[in-house]
């Protein structure tokens, strides 16, 4: 059964950047059938995707965040991870990672579909 | 970007009660190629992560009661509960996957009356 592990520091600094890795088990990242994603959930609020990645590095993000991301994945660890850069109070969330199905290839380049399953979340605060 | 609005925000339902949540996307998310509706919905309960119920708008998750059922094409987009059970409190949400850009719905949020 696929597990999904987010780890990575609970508190933040403003400006500074936000690192966060998912470990993946029961599976292969390297898997051609998937994308690897990540989502977060602000407090009290709803979800907003991030972005993913595939595993041979085709890489889509958020317009609204995509200047501040990247997500890069590790192939010998079996892990993807995350940075955001100069974060503020706004990026203080719960976040998530999870594996993507895809929904088609058109030529070299297939698409993130749907999620399952996430993994359980790490809350993330920004604060001085 | 694909604005995902889902109603109402809010659901009070009797148990055994049929409740029913809407998803309306800003533009088609139907491949006239393939004939499928480009979206997916999530059950999220207290502290938890979200759980896949439905994609391709209306192909149940294996593992999903029956009585989850997702409906709709084109802009408009609906997840039935037939039966509410007290199991079933949570928050709902859509997702489109029309466009690698994904966006989810802001969420409606089901109890019990």
């Known amino acids: 059964q696929l597990q999904l592990e987010e780890s990575g520091p609970g508190l933040v600094k403003p400006s500074e950047t936000l690192s966060l890795t998912c470990t993946v088990s029961?599976?292969?990242?390297?898997?051609?059938?998937?994308?690897w994603g990540w989502i977060r959930q602000p407090p009290g609020k709803g979800l907003e995707w991030i972005g993913s990645?595939?595993?041979?590095?085709?890489?889509f993000y958020n317009p609204s965040l995509k200047s501040r991301v990247t997500i890069f994945v590790d192939t010998s660890k079996n892990q993807f991870s995350l940075n955001l850069s100069s974060v503020t109070a706004a990026d203080t969330a719960v976040y998530y990672c999870g594996r993507g199905y895809t929904r088609g290839c058109g030529g070299s380049t297939c698409y993130p579909a749907w999620f399952d399953p996430w993994g359980q979340g790490t809350l993330v605060t920004v604060s001085s | 970007d694909i604005v995902m609005t889902q109603s109402p925000d809010s659901l009070a339902v009797s148990l055994g009660e049929r409740a029913t949540i809407n998803c309306k996307s800003s533009q088609t998310v139907l491949y006239s190629a393939n004939n499928r509706n480009y979206v997916a919905w999530y059950q999220q309960k207290p502290g938890q992560p979200p759980k896949l119920l439905i994609y391709w708008a209306s192909t149940r998750e294996s593992g999903v009661p029956d009585r989850f059922s997702g409906s709709g094409s084109g802009t408009d987009f609906t997840l039935t509960i037939s039966s509410l059970q007290a199991e079933d409190v949570a928050v709902y949400y859509c997702q489109h996957y029309y466009t690698p850009s994904l966006t989810f719905g802001g969420g409606t949020k089901v109890e019990i009356k």
């Open positions: 029961g599976g292969s990242i390297s898997s051609s059938n998937y994308y």
């Open positions: 990645i595939y595993y041979s590095g085709t890489t």
